[in-house]
């Protein structure tokens, strides 16, 4: 089966960092561009972040760049977001979701999401 | 950046009834994805490259449209089709890969 499984979200201060994860498993991870989609509560989606199957090559929101950095452990089969100076704005359901290779760049495959809340 | 708007922000129907939404781009794409949300479960990939449905997706869901306007019709609603609906503009060579603000699907 094909599965992403996010974690690491929680209640973290202002200014504060979080890391985190995606846990791929079903596929060949190092074969597909992954990215990092929020929501808000009660709101819509955000694209935040996107990186290549094999290599650095990465994109970023202009919400987030220079804040958020997303890497990838193929070896891991693994995903994470390394998320700095946060804000109150940041509080989010955050997605990994894989980038399908013949679904036309559209995102196939989901996790289940990871709450991080930011507050004092 | 391209800005999708998404019309109407809430559509009313009923069951049987036929549902259609709209996908504005704020400039032309080349490729564009429809996903579906039901309350606390994320979102599902319905439609990619503008009309073709994704592994198991029901017939019932049709995506269509070209340049900066795109249109995901529902022919024959279902109970289960209640839900939020987004777009995505995810064309290869032009992130960021935005979605658009999401329309609310409910029962009339």
């Known amino acids: 089966e094909v599965k992403l499984v996010e974690s690491g979200g929680g209640l973290v201060q202002p200014g504060g960092s979080l890391r985190l994860s995606c846990a791929a498993s079903?596929?060949?991870?190092?074969?597909?561009?992954m990215n990092w989609v929020r929501q808000p509560p009660g709101r819509g989606l955000e694209w935040l972040s996107f990186i290549v199957g094999v290599g650095y090559t990465s994109h970023y929101s202009d919400s987030v760049r220079g804040r958020f950095t997303i890497s990838r452990d193929n070896a891991k089969n693994s995903l994470y977001l390394q998320m700095s100076s946060l804000r109150a704005d940041d509080t989010a359901v955050y997605y990994c979701?894989?980038?399908?290779?013949?679904?036309?760049?559209?995102?196939?495959?989901w996790g289940q999401g990871t709450v991080v809340t930011v507050s004092s | 950046e391209v800005v999708l708007t998404q019309s109407p922000g809430t559509l009313s129907l009923s069951p049987g009834e036929r549902a259609t939404l709209s996908c504005r781009a704020s400039q032309s794409v080349s490729t564009l994805g429809w996903y579906q949300q039901r309350p606390g479960q994320a979102p599902r990939l319905l439609i990619h490259g503008v009309s073709r449905r994704a592994p198991g997706v029901p017939d019932r869901f049709r995506g269509s449209g070209s340049g900066t306007d795109f249109t995901l019709t529902i022919s024959s609603l279902e109970p289960e089709d209640f839900a939020l609906y987004f777009c995505?503009?995810?064309?290869?060579?032009?992130?960021?890969?935005?979605f658009g603000q999401g329309t609310h699907l409910e029962i009339k």
């Open positions: 079903g596929f060949t991870f190092s074969a597909f561009g």
């Open positions: 979701a894989r980038r399908g290779n013949y679904m036309s760049g559209a995102f196939d495959v």
């Open positions: 995505q503009q995810c064309d290869d060579d032009s992130p960021p890969y935005s």
